[in-house]
């Protein structure tokens, strides 16, 4: 299993919708929890971090389930300019050590 | 302006060469990072670095090396043991390993 799992998409949404993502983890010891936004050919920008109370930064609202070790993150009145990769972050234990372990990924393409 | 500066953007290598992607940052962060990306997959760990004159290896060492003399740099050799260099590189760098990442903008490595 996947440290950290996605639905690769693409999803394809006419401008003005709504889309949600959602992402699954393994460590239920994991503390901290991101999302990322990756246009093409460039490198990952953090969007938002991830609370246990949820977090809501304008029309993005990201949402963390401990329980079920899930992570979701809803926009709402999509713009042309959402478009792009939405990485699902996530904290675990290697070697002693903690790590943000990455997400493959979910594309996102926004229709005019 | 505080950030990290990866170079070259582009570069290109015969095989059986040894190339080394520079790694440098201006932010004061402790904590060092690269990845590898390949086409529509997620970020892969190769070698992290939490303090000056140390540093560990990640899910895909081998044929990669990196050094860490200075805080603000932490370059890469991609070594001709690699198999399958061709990838784009992103370094990135934190205040503590629970924080986000801050990533350059990245090197995409050819080999021809």
């Known amino acids: 299993r996947k440290e950290v799992e996605q639905d690769p998409g693409p999803f394809n949404v006419p401008e003005g919708a709504t889309v949600a993502f959602n992402c699954t983890y393994s460590?239920?010891?994991?503390?901290?929890f991101f999302w990322y936004r990756q246009d093409c050919r460039k490198e990952p920008k953090l969007l938002m971090s991830?609370?246990?109370s949820g977090n809501e930064d304008g029309r993005f609202t990201a949402q963390l389930n401990r329980a079920s070790q899930y992570i979701s993150l809803l926009i709402r009145d999509s713009k042309l300019s959402d478009s792009a990769t939405y990485l699902c972050?996530?904290?675990?234990?290697?070697?002693?050590?903690?790590?943000?372990?990455f997400g493959q990924g979910t594309r996102l393409t926004i229709n005019p | 302006d505080g950030g990290i500066t990866q170079s070259p953007k582009y570069l290109f290598r015969k095989e059986g060469q040894n190339v080394t992607l520079s790694c440098e940052q201006n932010?004061?962060?402790?904590?060092m990072y690269w990845y590898r990306q390949d086409p529509g997959q997620g970020l892969r760990l190769i070698y992290y670095?939490?303090?000056?004159?140390?540093?560990q290896k990640g899910d895909i060492a081998e044929g990669y090396s990196v050094s860490r003399e200075k805080k603000e740099s932490f370059p890469l050799t991609v070594t001709s043991a690699q198999k399958n260099p061709t990838a784009f590189y992103l370094c990135?760098?934190?205040?503590?390993?629970?924080?986000?990442?801050?990533f350059g903008s990245g090197t995409r490595l050819t080999v021809v």
């Open positions: 670095s939490q303090i000056v004159n140390d540093f």
């Open positions: 460590n239920s010891a994991s503390q901290s």
């Open positions: 991830v609370y246990s």
């Open positions: 972050v996530v904290n675990t234990l290697k070697r002693g050590a903690q790590k943000l372990v």
């Open positions: 932010l004061n962060h402790d904590a």
């Open positions: 990135a760098s934190s205040e503590r390993d629970l924080y986000g990442y801050t």
